[in-house]
């Protein structure tokens, strides 16, 4: 069991497993709302038994490096996830994703998260591109793909049903050498 610190604020970035069925429920009941409005999360783990699949689900992504799920925690409270939602090692690319519940929100969680993620998908990994896929309406996680540095390249028009409506998805993405060269500039390798 790993826990990273992400900051000076009690939030640290830990596995999220089976066993944390509970917890991921009560989560997304503080936030189902909120963390809806762009991903289907909340209609999957709409109760026990669905949170325990939906984990379940990732810990065999895991075990054939297929994906993986990470959990934020602030002062011991599960407040939001991150995750490889995609993982293809041999083709080096690999898509990052994200939610949080509203009393998280606003405070660099997820970018601080998926720092230390991305460094261990390029620098651990040998991971070459990792790619975002946002929901146009969701300014704050377009917001974190810029603060990570990466390109938008483009928009799948409506190809995303989400309760009943389509929506745009925009494509984001960072080069394993486009991160190198951001840290070499800033010198951001401090979490």
């Known amino acids: 069991m790993y826990a990273t610190s992400l900051g000076d604020?009690?939030?640290?970035?830990?596995p999220l497993e089976v066993w944390h069925a509970e917890e991921l429920?009560?989560?997304?009941?503080?936030?189902?709302?909120?963390i809806g409005r762009h991903v289907g999360l909340p209609d999957v783990v709409s109760d026990l038994d669905g949170a325990r699949a939906w984990?379940?689900?990732y810990a065999d992504k895991r075990a054939v490096d297929g994906g993986s799920l990470h959990g934020i925690w602030l002062d011991g409270t599960l407040v939001g996830g991150l995750?490889?939602?995609?993982w293809d090692t041999p083709g080096g690319v690999c898509e990052a994703g994200c939610w949080l519940e509203p009393a998280a929100a606003g405070r660099g969680l997820v970018t601080r998260g998926l720092r230390v993620l991305l460094d261990w998908a390029f620098e651990e990994r040998g991971m070459h591109r990792v790619e975002?896929?946002?929901?146009?309406?969701?300014?704050?996680?377009?917001?974190?793909?810029?603060?990570?540095?990466?390109?938008?390249?483009?928009?799948?028009?409506?190809?995303?049903?989400?309760?009943g409506v389509r929506s745009n998805t925009e494509i984001w993405?960072?080069?394993a050498p486009e991160w190198r060269a951001a840290h070499a500039r800033t010198g951001q390798n401090d979490h």
């Open 9 to 14: 604020d009690g939030a640290e970035l830990r």
């Open 25 to 34: 429920l009560a989560h997304i009941d503080r936030g189902r709302e909120f």
């Open 55 to 57: 984990l379940k689900a």
């Open 83 to 86: 995750l490889f939602r995609v």
């Open 132 to 163: 975002w896929h946002v929901s146009s309406a969701n300014e704050p996680s377009i917001g974190v793909a810029r603060r990570l540095g990466m390109s938008r390249e483009g928009v799948l028009r409506e190809n995303y049903p989400h309760r």
């Open 173 to 175: 993405s960072v080069l």
